[in-house]
């Protein structure tokens, strides 16, 4: 089923670049990088890391989970921690004189993406060829499932894959923005938050909207020298807004076998089903603007499956 929009819809992150323009603006702001280290854990307010050179222990009045969807601070601080993930697998190649229009393009097969889908992104320089699922439902693991996927994978006519490909894989939460995401000690940001929709799986605008918001109360509590400022930082009133991509991950996790894919997408192709996948994909609002007197000032809408 072909489903096209009137405006560009997807934006696909080269995340080696966006890497390197963050940490450029974090240094430019007075941050101290250093790579190669990880977070160990906490005793009171001090923070042990492990990097190069051993470990050591800082101090901090705020710590920000930003450690991904089994996130340790979230641990430390007794915040709340996602419980319900998917497992993800992605090749990226570079597509030399791609002579086909950029496009996305999911496949819906419960015997290779258990719960979710595979897909393949050819945005005319870059394929980014992916699967996903419940870990515990792939027949013969993801690896497996990756492999047979790569040498079947639509859109790619013509495409030589290179040898040089740069491989991606981790878990996925799909659960939701996570109710408790801040204490008086410091808060969650992106997949560690659960700031992913439940539905598509897209977590890169969601996690720079949620920062945007981390960052405006942090600024606050920091001026103000008032850590109840984190309160406004309340992941369970923006939770409200993901009820219905909650409710329709809970349905695309009951389709099991090949048959009910089919019977699915005989009702995608009615003249409702098409509109509600419309709404899925090309849809604005892929998180909600926060309210409150911490709240970041309202953003322009985004299509709502990236």
């Known amino acids: 089923m072909t489903l096209d929009s009137d405006r560009d819809e997807f934006r696909v992150g ?12 974090a240094l430019s702001a007075g941050v101290r990088l250093e790579l190669g280290t990880r977070y160990v854990g906490r005793r009171g307010d001090v923070y042990t890391l492990d990097g190069p050179h051993g ?7 705020y710590v920000v989970g930003a450690d991904g969807a089994r996130s340790r601070v979230a641990r430390d601080l007794a915040l709340d921690r996602n419980d319900h993930l998917l497992v993800g697998a992605e090749e990226v190649f570079t597509v ?8 996305f393009h999911c496949v819906l097969d419960p ?15 870059h394929a980014h060829v992916g699967v996903a699922g419940y870990a515990h439902r792939f027949p ?22 290179p040898g040089d490909v740069e491989r ?5 939460p799909v659960g939701g923005l996570l109710r408790r995401i801040s204490c008086p000690r410091g808060l969650l940001v992106g997949d560690a938050a ?6 598509t799986a897209g977590g890169l605008d969601p996690c720079l909207r949620l920062s945007d918001h981390a960052a405006d109360v942090l600024d606050e509590a920091l001026r103000s020298g008032q850590a109840s400022v984190l309160d406004h930082y309340d992941g369970a009133a923006l939770r409200a807004s993901f009820r219905g991509r909650l409710a329709l991950r809970q349905g695309l996790a009951q389709v099991r076998t090949p048959i009910a894919a089919t019977a699915a997408f005989a009702l995608l192709r009615t003249p409702v089903g098409r509109a509600a996948a419309r709404r899925v994909l090309f849809g604005d609002r892929s998180f909600p603007t926060p309210a409150g007197p911490a709240a ?5 809408a985004r299509p709502g499956a990236r």
């Open 14 to 25: 080269d995340m080696a670049p966006l890497y390197e323009a963050a940490a450029r603006a």
């Open 55 to 61: 470990r050591r222990q800082v101090r901090a009045r």
């Open 96 to 103: 030399p004189g791609a002579s086909e229009p950029p496009a």
């Open 111 to 125: 015997s290779l993406a258990p719960g979710y889908l595979a897909w393949v992104v050819n945005d005319g320089r």
């Open 140 to 161: 013969h693991g993801l690896r497996r499932a990756m492999e047979r996927f790569v040498r079947t994978a639509p859109g790619l006519a013509g495409v030589e894959r």
């Open 168 to 172: 991606r894989g981790g878990p996925i």
């Open 194 to 199: 659960g700031a992913v929709s439940p539905l």
């Open 296 to 300: 970041v000032s309202p953003l322009p």
